[in-house]
């Protein structure tokens, strides 16, 4: 992709080559759809369940030779079904280097020590933040499209991904405080990819309200006091915890007049794909269900 | 000996109260107790009737199981180094709750949490009274405790590690430390009746203790049936430490310190430092989860934390003052 965007502007400065710069650039694009461009990394290994995500919606046809373990499970993964049709990886240095990958994508917070023996085995690693925001979906899929050498791609998603957002938001009136309480009493604040799903699904969350902007610990008494119409939960995981049974706390039916609901499905906003719609969807849906009932 | 009593029972009492006042909602100290008799559904008296109450009402109960089992294991067992938390009964009651929860039965059968909890423990008493029964020394007692509980806590690790939650590997500090946050009155319900038959029976145990001072021959000849004292200790003490344990996790130490803290005062009679403990380890523990909310609120801080900053050092030189008899 650098060589035709580089080359382009040369082609156009010459009389009538106009025509002909347009149509190398269709044909490089359209190369570089099917066997991705010869710049481009054929091999990715992506070892995070959100880039795994990211790769997958991006990627060309075989252009990704794994992804995380994580991506099968269908209660944090998306799109467990399509990642069934790769190899899988457990972010161990060893088995990604015997995959012999040009490009290895980790997250922010994958095994610092894996990373860096990666790059000391010469390996180059793409290194992601995760999502805080709507905005960062954007950013991170159009720096995956870079990545990748599939722009193009990356720009049609986030078009799609900005018309959905802009038909499900829109400014409520008087928007009803809702609280985000999830296992061991945590919430998360205005600075968080939830707390902005929760915004534009139209809510206004209490954590903001108590000084809580990015991830925090709740406690249930300070919850009480907040008086939160909705308190807004992750789905079940699967076995058991201590962690969890803090849902069941009988103050949490009492303490908000529409009760506690488990809102939120954890693989539609874990991770800041263009999966978060859902997400926002579902948040609103509830919203319109409290105002219509109050 | 009943002035000690009741000045342990008035700093428990007003511990209590102090108890019901602190937390991260800032309610005024009349305001939180007018909501705590409050009828009615307003946040205040929700916070204080179904979060602050059981809280203080569970520190009592544990920190009093912990202090009065200290006390009749250490009178039974004639060693000052006796506890719960040391000699891995708590630890293997919590590998019980663990497994009630991680295989569902917790959730399924209310009573399967508390029942499973109370069974670990049992079988903690029971090897630690085989492994260093009639005249164990102080050596064979602690080494066998620190196999009981090192074995026990790997088990909970193991227990959670295989768990399918993403959560569960997180509380094996839970289980290692304790903690009394956000419980509910569920838990007052489930431990209590457990907690009262073990104190009912831990607290007869007092002249039988007495008379196991001048040996365990002795006591045969002044009439002690000393295979039911052991019966009953066993019993009493895997009740009241399981039940603890199911709701609060391992809180160390408590059993360790308050016996010794009390036995100047009430004259070195096992019998008498019964009744006492179970009031200072209600003390204890109160103090403690005062503490945890007061020095670092935010950080939710376990239990077990404080009570070994304060039990620690204490061991150590009871380790040192007994350190002729181990070598």
Known sequence: MVSVAIAVPLWLHRPGGALAGLLLVLVALNNAAFAGEPSAPQRVVSMNLCTDQLAMLVAGEGQLASVSALSRDPISSAIADQAQAYPVNHGRAEEIHLLDPDLVIAGRFSAGATVAMLKRLGIPVAVFEPATSLDDVRRNLLRMGELLGRTERARELVEAFDRRVAMLSGEPLDPPEAALYFPNGYTRGEDTLVGDIVRAAGFNNIASGLGVAGGGHLPLEQLVVAEPELVITGSRNRGYSRSQAIMQHPVLDEVARFGARRGLVNREWVCGTPRVLAAIERIGALRGELVGSR | ?327
């Open chain 2, 1 to 327: 000996m009943s002035r000690l009593l009741a000045v342990l029972l008035a700093l428990a009492a007003a511990l209590f109260t102090v108890s019901l006042i602190v937390g991260p909602a800032a309610i005024g100290p009349l305001a939180s107790l007018q909501a705590l008799f409050a009828a009615g559904d307003t946040p205040l008296s929700l916070v204080m009737q179904e979060i602050r109450l059981p809280r203080a009402i569970l520190a009592t109960l544990v920190g009093a199981s912990l202090g009065l089992s200290g006390a009749a294991l250490q009178g039974y067992l004639r060693n000052p180094l006796a506890e719960p938390g040391l000699l891995g009964i708590s630890g293997s009651a919590a590998l019980g709750a663990v497994i009630a929860i991680q295989t569902g039965l917790a959730a399924t059968f209310p009573l399967g949490l508390p029942l499973s909890a109370l069974t670990g423990a049992f079988a903690g008493v029971l090897l630690i009274t085989l492994l260093a029964g009639r005249r164990g020394g102080t050596l064979s007692l602690i080494l066998a405790g620190i196999a009981i509980s090192a074995l026990a806590s790997a088990m909970v690790s193991l227990a959670l590690n295989l768990s399918p939650n993403p959560f569960a590997t997180s509380e094996i500090v839970f289980w290692m430390m304790g903690s009394l946050a956000d419980r509910s009155m569920q838990h007052v319900w489930l431990a209590l009746p457990f907690v009262m038959v073990g104190a009912a029976l831990l607290l007869t145990l007092g002249r039988p203790l007495d008379a196991i001072t001048l040996g365990e021959d002795a006591a045969e000849t002044l009439g002690m049936r000393l295979a039911r004292v052991r019966w009953q200790l066993i019993v009493g003490s895997a009740l009241v430490v399981g039940a603890s344990t199911a709701v609060a996790g391992t809180i160390g130490f408590v059993g360790l310190v308050v016996p010794h803290l009390l036995r100047p005062w009430v004259g070195a009679m096992p019998g008498r430092l019964l009744g006492a403990s179970a009031l200072g380890g209600a003390v204890m523990v109160l103090a403690a989860d005062i503490l945890v909310r007061r020095v670092l609120p935010e950080a939710d801080l376990k239990l077990g934390v404080i009570t070994a900053l304060i039990g620690a050092p204490l061991f150590l030189h009871l380790i040192y003052q007994t350190r002729q008899e181990l070598a």
